[in-house]
Nanobody, 126 residues
């Protein structure tokens, strides 16, 4: 079992930045990939970014490329999502997720992931 706890969300103005954190606990030695997704009201959950736990290769959705940066601190079992130049359309609940075992190239699919956090709300006011 792996437990994930997100933090760092909030209410900001357009153009502002937030750094989201996700702390993993439990069987973290088995984590292969960490991902960030978001879900806006009335919409499906969308992929934002992923990072390989070993090696650190990163992947981004086109909608956030150049504005968001994923990173990790293995010693702290924490993955971060730095969100810059926020827009009102970035408003959503942001979730982190963990995939156990080997990396899979369908990292953008939420069905790939085994564990999910409870989410943190990001609201961007225009």
């Amino acid at each position: 079992q792996v437990q994930l706890v997100e933090s760092g969300g909030g209410l900001v103005q357009a153009g502002d930045s937030l750094r989201l954190s996700c702390v993993a606990s439990g069987r973290t030695f088995s984590i292969g990939t960490m991902g960030w997704f978001r879900q806006a009201p009335g919409k499906e959950r969308d992929f934002i970014s992923a990072i390989r736990w070993s090696g650190g290769m990163t992947y981004y959705a086109d909608s956030v490329k150049g504005r968001f940066t994923i990173s990790k601190d293995n010693a702290k079992n924490t993955v971060y999502l730095q969100t810059n130049s926020l827009k009102p359309e970035d408003t959503a609940v942001y979730y982190c997720a963990a995939k156990m075992g080997a990396f899979r190239y369908n990292y953008y699919s939420d069905s790939t992931y085994d564990y999910w956090g409870q989410g943190t709300q990001v609201t961007v006011d225009s």
